[in-house]
Nanobody, 124 residues
Framework: QVQLVESGGGLVQAGGSLKLSCAAS????????MGWFRQAPGKEREFVAA????????YYADSVKGRFTISRDNAKNTVYLQMNSLKPEDTAVYYC?????????????????WGQGTQVTVSS
């Protein structure tokens, strides 16, 4: 069982930056691929970024590539999402998720555990 708790969301102006954190419980965190998803009002939850359990491979949605960076610290059981050059269309609830397979996936159905989400609001 893995429990995930996100933090770091907030209100920021367009062009600004935020860094989200996701703290995980459980001794096997280092073997889970981790992902970030987001959901805007009235829209489906969509993939943002994912990282292999080793940290060697990362994947991004086209809409955030070059602006967002996913990273992890297995010693701290934490995954991060650094968000730069934020746009109003990045406004959403951001969710951290974990999957127990050895591969990284970009579709939410692969993910076994989810956090409660953290709100990110970007004003224009």
């Amino acid at each position: 069982q893995v429990q995930l708790v996100e933090s770091g969301g907030g209100l920021v102006q367009a062009g600004g930056s935020l860094k989200l954190s996701c703290a995980a419980s459980g001794r096997t965190f280092s073997r889970y691929a981790m992902g970030w998803f987001r959901q805007a009002p009235g829209k489906e939850r969509e993939f943002v970024a994912a990282i292999h359990w080793s940290g060697r491979s990362t994947y991004y949605a086209d809409s955030v590539k070059g602006r967002f960076t996913i990273s992890r610290d297995n010693a701290k059981n934490t995954v991060y999402l650094q968000m730069n050059s934020l746009k109003p269309e990045d406004t959403a609830v951001y969710y951290c998720a974990a999957e127990s397979t050895s591969q990284v996936h970009t579709t939410r159905t692969w993910y076994d555990y989810w956090g409660q989400g953290t709100q990110v609001t970007v004003s224009s």
